[in-house]
């Protein structure tokens, strides 16, 4: 039971346009997202994150947009660079217990970025 | 400011025996959590330490048990190894607070293979 999903495996988007990774939910109770880089043989690396509260939340190239109704978010890059390239993972924090807060994760999607 | 490490990178063990993996939580934080990674897919929470003490565990047998020190770095024991134990081992440091959602920040992680 997938509680966060990425249904795109993989994405390949020329360099300098955007790139647009997708993300579904379906535990109304996740209050706050991540979206997190890993390159090959290295841990992942924390991007940018949104709170319920908000729809949008902005960090340089680096966009997500939260839709609470659809249980939907999105990363959106611009422009794409090649150092991009990597596998991008969304995570939900979902609250345990005594302000303990675990991550459920997506399996991810590679990004490519073709020059 | 020290990111979180890893050890070791790589190990190799066989089916049954018992493997200690080792976390060095970034400078300030108080939170180690511990995620299981397999190929093709998104990590997966095993448990979490709080001022040493485990606070939150995801669907993992007792065999996985962990430690928390007090200078926050953490262990990861895994006894009895079977084969589908073979897989990236990440750490996660974070700082707990009472906000919603804390950013978790990731070591390298720990290759292991079970043979």
């Known amino acids: 039971d997938q509680q966060v999903k990425q249904n795109s495996p993989s994405l390949s988007v020329q360099e300098g346009r955007i790139s647009i990774l997708n993300c579904d939910y379906t535990?109304?109770?996740?209050?706050?997202f991540l979206w997190y880089k890993k390159y090959p043989a290295e841990g992942p690396t924390f991007l940018i994150s949104?709170?319920?509260i908000k729809d949008k939340n902005e960090d340089g190239r680096f966009t997500v947009f939260l839709n609470k109704s659809a249980k939907h978010l999105s990363l959106h890059i611009v422009p794409s660079q090649p150092g991009d390239s990597a596998v991008y993972f969304c995570?939900?924090?979902?609250?345990?217990?005594?302000?303990?807060?675990?991550?459920?994760w997506g399996a991810g999607t590679k990004l490519i970025i073709k020059p | 400011e020290t990111g979180v490490t890893q050890s070791p990178t790589h190990l190799i063990k066989t089916r049954g025996q018992q493997v200690t993996l080792r976390c060095s939580s970034q400078?300030?934080?108080?939170?180690v959590s511990w995620y299981q990674q397999a190929l093709g897919q998104g990590p997966q929470f095993i448990f979490q330490y709080y001022r040493e003490e485990e606070n939150g565990r995801g669907n993992f047998p007792p065999r996985f048990s962990g430690l928390q020190f007090p200078n926050y770095s953490s262990e990861l024991n895994v006894n009895a190894l079977e084969l589908d134990d073979s897989a990236l081992y990440l750490c996660?440091?974070?700082?707990?607070?009472?906000?919603?959602?804390?950013?978790?920040?990731f070591g390298p992680g720990t290759r292991l293979l079970v043979l």
């Open positions: 400078s300030g934080h108080n939170t």
């Open positions: 949104i709170s319920s």
């Open positions: 996660a440091s974070s700082f707990r607070t009472s906000v919603l959602g804390e950013t978790q920040y």
């Open positions: 535990n109304s109770m996740f209050d706050y």
């Open positions: 995570a939900a924090s979902v609250y345990i217990w005594a302000s303990n807060y675990q991550l459920i």
